[in-house]
């Protein structure tokens, strides 16, 4: 039985392994993008970066998809970051959500894109395109992401001006976040558009090959001894994005090998 609704079935059975979250918060950006915000568990512990899987409790076997956390792993609440899709077996109920409302989340978080899987360096770039960017949400609000860096780039392309919202929003809430409020300076958000005329247009992996990004944040092309790389978005921009680092000697790591740059797909689709 699956019902049109991101209600809960009544005194739906919550599986073993699994915790039932309250939606605190939900707020839409456009008819593709939304936030929302749930109660976190005292029991839950992840690293920043990590995702974890989110269902919903309105089928007898729910669907779980894979979800990055964009809240920091200090955050009393967890924040998700979400497209939605129209036939999506998960977003076509998930967008209907409201505050009240129970979400499903498999208890065990798990992911590349923690600091743990890289190796020192001065310059920290997180590319990302779309809901990419909510890994990254969660890092840029931990500490310790500016204690490991001297700088960190945010690079986020959108089709069209109103995805880059979620983004804009979080950036400017950092200035006076009291914990990372005074680090948060050395974090540059580098936004572009491919749909609709913006300052700067363009893929970022166009940018990269044009050395258009380098110029216009003033800081010299990518080099393994310095600069250090985050990936987050759809396959083919993994593809093209780490096909660009391999091309300035970066390696990829894991959590049990560190090296210059890690990858996670922005899996929901
Ligand atoms: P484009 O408009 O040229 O397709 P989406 O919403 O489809 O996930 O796309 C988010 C952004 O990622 C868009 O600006 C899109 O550009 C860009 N993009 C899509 N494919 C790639 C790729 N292979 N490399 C870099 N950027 C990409």
Redesign the pocket.
């Known amino acids: 039985m699956t019902l049109d609704t991101a209600r809960t079935i009544p005194d739906f059975p919550v599986p073993t392994g699994v915790f039932a979250l309250t939606v605190t918060e939900v707020t839409h950006y456009t008819d593709r993008l939304f936030k929302f915000r749930v109660t976190r568990p005292a029991s839950f512990r992840f690293r920043s970066g990590e995702f974890v899987m989110i269902g919903l409790p309105n089928d007898e076997k729910p669907v779980f998809r894979a979800y990055s956390i964009a809240s920091p792993s200090w955050d009393e609440e967890l924040e998700f970051y979400s497209i939605k899709v129209p036939d999506g077996p998960l977003t076509e109920h998930l967008q209907k959500i409201q505050v009240g409302d129970t979400v499903l989340m498999r208890k065990k978080p798990t992911g590349t894109l923690v600091n743990d899987a890289l190796l020192p360096g001065k310059r920290l770039w997180m590319f990302s ?2 809901t990419g960017i909510a890994p990254f949400a969660s890092l840029i609000r931990d500490p310790e992401t500016y204690e490991k860096f001297d700088e960190i780039i945010l690079t986020h ?3 069209e001006v109103a ?1 880059l919202q979620y983004g804009e929003d979080l950036v400017a809430t950092l200035k006076d976040d009291p914990l990372v409020g005074e680090i948060a300076q050395n974090l540059r958000h580098y936004c572009t ?3 609709e005329n913006y300052p700067v247009r363009g ?3 166009d940018l990269i090959a044009s050395c258009q990004v380098f110029e216009d944040l003033n800081v010299p092309p990518i080099n393994p001894e310095s600069d250090r790389g985050m990936i987050c ?2 396959m ?2 993994l ?3 780490r096909s660009a680092l391999d091309g300035f000697g970066l390696t990829e790591g894991a959590n049990n090998k560190p090296a210059t740059y890690v990858v996670e797909r ?1 899996f929901v689709d």
């Open positions: 395109t779309g392309t959108c089709r995805e558009l491919t749909r893929r970022i992996t978005g759809s083919a921009m593809k093209d994005t922005a």
